[in-house]
């Protein structure tokens, strides 16, 4: 009779609670704008202009249909943990960051390493793409990226801005070439073709860009090897394309002997806060910044702008990229002056251009170290309802892609977690169980149950989310016969669609218990359960 009574006093009290959880909104309203975008890792735009036109990504095509695009320039250097947060802020080099694969701190006298830096672009993506880039983009595992993307359907229900990350066709492309590299990105557009069904495309804000290109090539040079033949002891630190120097004032000697004969392909240095000069191709540049805008100056011209029409007058950014954008140096004045221009490059930044690329550990079959359109000309295409800031905007720099979605930006979460009620039986325990869940704030529940076992209550906390699964980590306390004792819970979610794999493990004192259940969808916010090894369930969730 008091297990009764107990019983239902919870019961009673959990849907009090989560009726009064419900009064915070969770859902986005019918008409809020949706985002969804693909960021496709390290394909030039010819590249993904010749699949198209050779019908190897037709649901790519079919996405777009009826949309735009932009021509796109990722700014020097392109590589990923470069790129990525300047689209989020903008500034194109204009405040301090990250400029390479690694880097020398002037502040504290030490190296900035690969690995600090992988960490910082881990930092500055979504929360849910972390197993994208640390998982889903290793090769032959970006299968588990196709599985995630089926999720994005149930994403857009509760977050305005979903981004998508397909890292695959970069880790392809590096190590196995170009072979690789087309079947990576031919297999996102196959996953894509699984998706769009799904996808209501009349009122969806749908864009997909690739941040850098890739070239493809085998012709390897051991720059390490030769900055230390060339530059000896002078140089205090390098990490591709930046070259620390104990003297600053060397710079513009050792620029010239690292670009001569059997050198790189370019070296630049900062002559003074207004100008860049250096070598490119065995000629002498400079380019010269007046105001917002850059003269570029070369009597050999190596990157062939004279032919384009250009007579040695200043341009803006935008200028320079309508001027450039089908050459082989797009936007090379404001791209290069930026980067060398930014407090944490090196003395010199030097680099590579196709065919050749740096000698690496893992990356000798493609690369996109370089200034060339294979390495930073881009695709951008875009539709729908609320994009109308992107049209006639012919040709973009990659970096101010979001500068009109502020939206996109800001990454706006949803203001709580869904509440749920869940009913069940099991065989073992005979008797029915409850269990309510509300939240009053995102990543955070409070929750309780009663079932044959006895009750429990416990608070849990978001502590991990991908586009596949999420992790659940909560204490509380439980009553089990008589004596009430302290709880650990745990659960790990994976979702499949509209199937959810649900893994449960709990301590109290002295003992460990598992769950193991499988939920389908069968209806707006309405689940329904089998729970191991012999129970059955619903749940429903708003």
Avoid: K
Wanted: glycine content about 10%; proline content about 6%.
């Amino acid at each position: 009779m008091q297990r009764s009574r107990a019983f239902v006093a919870l019961i009673l009290l959990l849907t009090s609670l989560a009726c009064a959880a419900s009064l915070t909104s969770v859902t986005l309203a019918s008409n809020a704008p949706r985002y969804l975008i693909f960021h496709v890792d390290a394909v030039s735009a010819a590249d993904f202009d010749r699949a198209l036109l050779e019908g190897r990504l037709p649901n790519v095509a079919r996405a777009f249909e009826g949309g735009s695009r932009s021509e796109g320039v990722s700014t020097f250097l392109a590589n990923t943990p470069v790129i990525y947060p300047l689209m989020h802020d903008g500034s194109a080099y204009a405040t301090p960051g990250r400029v390479g694969f690694g880097g020398w701190d002037r502040n504290t006298a030490r190296p900035v390493t690969e690995a600090e830096i992988f960490l910082e672009l881990l930092a500055a993506l979504p929360r849910r793409a972390t197993t994208n880039l640390l998982l889903h983009g290793v090769p032959y595992l970006d299968w588990l990226a196709g599985l995630a993307m089926q999720n994005v359907p149930e994403l857009l229900e509760r977050y305005q801005v979903v981004e998508f990350f397909w890292f695959a066709t970069d880790s392809f492309g590096h190590l196995s070439g170009e072979q690789g590299h087309a079947r990576a990105l031919e297999r996102f557009d196959a996953n894509l073709g699984r998706l769009l069904p799904r996808l209501d495309l009349d009122t969806l804000n749908l864009i997909l860009y690739t941040d850098h290109g890739m070239t493809f090539t085998t012709e390897t040079v051991d720059l390490e090897g030769l900055v230390e033949r060339r530059v000896g002891e002078r140089a205090v630190y390098y990490s591709y394309p930046n070259l620390y120097l104990s003297e600053a004032g060397e710079a513009p000697e050792l620029a010239r002997l690292l670009a001569s004969p059997g050198g790189v392909d370019f070296a630049f240095y900062r002559a003074s806060v207004s100008t860049v000069e250096g070598y490119l191709d065995g000629a002498f540049v400079r380019f010269e910044s007046e105001g917002d805008r850059l003269r570029y100056v070369s009597v050999e011209d190596p990157l062939g702008y004279v032919e384009l029409g250009y007579g040695g007058e200043p341009l803006t950014p935008e200028e320079w990229l309508d001027l450039t954008i089908d050459a082989r140096y797009p936007g090379v004045p404001p791209s290069v002056f930026r980067y060398v221009q930014n407090p944490n490059t090196g003395d010199v930044v030097l680099g590579l251009n196709p065919p050749r690329i740096p000698l690496t550990v893992r990356a000798n079959r493609g690369n996109h170290a370089g200034l060339v359109d294979s390495d930073v000309r881009v695709p951008i295409l875009f539709r729908g309802p609320d994009l109308d800031v992107l049209e006639g905007r012919e040709r973009l720099w990659l970096h101010d892609l979001y500068r009109d979605l502020p939206v996109v930006t800001a990454r706006p979460q949803p203001s709580r977690e869904l509440n749920e009620i869940a009913l069940w039986w099991r065989a073992d325990e005979g008797v029915p169980g409850v269990r309510a869940r509300f939240s009053a704030a995102y990543r955070v529940r409070l929750a309780g149950e009663v079932s044959g076992l006895g009750w429990a209550a416990w608070s849990e906390h978001d502590l991990f989310s991908s586009y596949l699964t999420r992790w659940w980590v909560g204490v509380g306390v439980t009553q089990r016969q008589v004596e009430l004792q302290p709880m650990a819970r745990g659960e790990a979610q994976l979702d499949l669609g509209d199937v959810r794999v649900s893994f449960e493990a709990r301590y109290h004192p002295g003992e460990w218990t598992f769950g193991l259940g499988v939920a389908f969808r069968v209806g707006q916010g309405v689940r329904l359960s089998w729970l191991a090894p012999g129970g059955l369930g619903a749940s429903f969730e708003w």
